[in-house]
């Protein structure tokens, strides 16, 4: 039995009434034109009125923050995974301009931003420890002649969990969990592979991966 058909108007084809959106206001049930042509309207008048459309967007965040903010707390304290996730990949894919950024707020605004950080360290004596010990750890994988020549064959090499393109140089046992700079703690990794692992150990990871 063939499918029921309808017409659309705006590409004047016939098509199965399947491709096209439900609408109770119309008689059949259905938008007047197909769902490919929707798309392609939608993105037409988004380029158009992209301006216009970023500052609707804006003020409706801005009048509905709370409930917003909210519900993020709320998906974070079921599963903060995928936010983390999402966070560092974003990082990652934006690295460069970010630290551009933030190079350019810190010369502007250093006292500011000097104070902010005293404030910090004194609220969070503990964590500010553990960073500190952290990003000395990394600083001395820049005096390892010998991790920097192996990093630098790691590069040619593909991803070690993945077998994609190397572009990150991954510790294989985290930093932040005592892991050395030593040539044999370090791999070559993609940056979807390095940014999941983060500082999860080695066969967690490998556990958990899609």
């Not at 007047?32 to 965040?61: F, I, L, M, Q, T």
């Not at 551009?100 to 969070?124: F, P, Q």
């Not at 000395?136 to 993945?162: N, Q, V, W």
């Amino acid at each position: 039995m063939a499918a029921e058909q309808k017409h659309c108007s705006r590409c004047d084809k016939a098509r199965p009434i399947t491709d096209f959106g439900a609408d109770r206001s119309r008689s059949d049930g259905r938008y007047p034109y197909c769902d490919e042509c929707r798309r392609s309207y939608g993105r037409k008048y988004h380029a158009a009125n992209r301006v216009r459309r970023s500052g609707h967007a804006k003020a409706s965040r801005a009048r509905h923050a709370e409930r917003i903010n909210a519900n993020r707390r709320a998906r974070y304290a079921d599963d903060p995974e995928p936010t983390r996730q999402r966070n560092l990949e974003s990082w990652w894919r934006h690295r460069d301009r970010r630290l551009a950024a933030a190079a350019a707020y810190y010369l502007e605004h250093s006292e500011e931003a000097k104070k902010r950080a005293a404030d910090w360290k004194r609220a969070n004596p503990a964590r500010a420890r553990e960073l500190s010990r952290l990003y000395a750890r990394r600083r001395a994988l820049d005096r390892d002649e010998d991790a920097l020549s192996f990093a630098d064959i790691l590069r040619r090499d593909p991803c070690s969990y993945c077998g994609e393109p190397t572009e990150h140089i991954d510790h294989i046992d985290p930093v932040a969990f005592g892991g050395s700079n030593a040539w044999d703690n370090l791999t070559g990794a993609c940056a979807s592979c390095n940014t999941r692992k983060h500082t999860k150990p080695l066969l967690l990871f490998l556990a958990t991966r899609p």
